[in-house]
């Protein structure tokens, strides 16, 4: 199984990693809440540019990104734009959402990127990810229902086929079997195909056990609430970092 490495971060050796993410809508607001995720336990930080009121100015962008890079080092830093569909904050085009990646990582600044499996512009994105030296998160997120355990795990093998560095999905349940269902997808996954990392998640406050005993069916990162949490069920990473580690396996 592949370890991702990022200076003395290593996803998919030892407990489940914490990441934390970055919610503010203006450069004022990201630096108080750094300021409050610096004091957390955490593994590694997502900066969800989709709520950035600025983010079609691509000069701003790269600015904040400096700042935030200048803010968080050595912490290693996931930039994620989450699309409209895919439940984010704003609605841009396809070839703008390619833009965006593609110059953000052109910039050095960030050592993840996380990609949509099904934006129409994957295999572009890919390309640039991979002559850049960034880490591709592969993403698919599912806010109305838990698909069936064979499309959960064609999801993630077909980012796997993709040349993803690590996988991830995460669902709605609308009953306390979906959760099941996700964490026998991500067992099956993780037991029989993987050969990288990967991350699941059960949303909301029924699926909540799926962040904490994630380890155990193969999960290898969850994501934990500092200011303000990214998703319905994120439990607050001090407490998550601690139960994580509680619950590891020596």
Request: no cysteine; hydrophobic share 45%; charged share 30%.
């Given at each position: 199984?592949k370890?991702?490495?990022i ?35 955490l ?28 803010e968080?080092?050595?912490i ?13 904050n ?31 512009k ?10 850049n030296?960034v ?23 077909r ?38 990392p ?24 969850t994501?934990?609430s500092?200011?303000?949490?990214s998703?319905?069920g ?13 619950l590891?396996?020596?």
């Amino acid at each position: 199984m592949k370890v991702v490495s990022i200076r003395d971060i290593h996803i998919g050796k030892g407990a489940p990693k914490v990441i934390v993410p970055l919610m503010g809508k203006t450069l004022e607001e990201l630096l108080l809440e750094i300021k409050t995720i610096k004091q957390i336990n955490l593994d590694i930080v997502e900066w969800r540019a989709d709520l950035l009121e600025d983010i079609e100015d691509l000069t701003k962008v790269k600015q904040i990104l400096t700042m935030i890079r200048e803010e968080l080092y050595p912490i290693p830093l996931l930039f994620t734009f989450r699309t409209h569909r895919e439940g984010g904050n704003k609605t841009i085009e396809d070839s703008y959402y390619e833009i965006l990646l593609v110059e953000v990582m052109k910039t050095k600044e960030i050592d993840l990127v996380d990609v949509e499996l099904f934006s129409p512009k994957v295999n572009e994105i890919i390309e640039s990810a991979k002559e850049n030296d960034v880490i591709i998160v592969m993403s698919n997120h599912d806010f109305d229902r838990t698909p069936a355990k064979e499309e959960i795990i064609w999801r993630l093998r077909r980012m796997q086929e993709l040349d993803a560095d690590i996988a991830k999905i995460a669902v709605m349940p609308n009953k306390a079997s979906d959760v099941l269902t996700l964490l026998d997808a991500t067992h099956t996954m993780h037991s029989l195909y993987a050969d990288r990392p990967i991350i699941t998640m059960s949303m909301a406050s029924t699926g909540a056990i799926s962040r904490l005993a994630g380890e155990v069916f193969g999960s290898a990162a969850t994501f934990g609430s500092g200011v303000t949490s990214s998703a319905p069920g994120q439990i607050p990473a001090n407490d998550l970092k601690r139960i994580l580690e509680l619950l590891h396996t020596k």
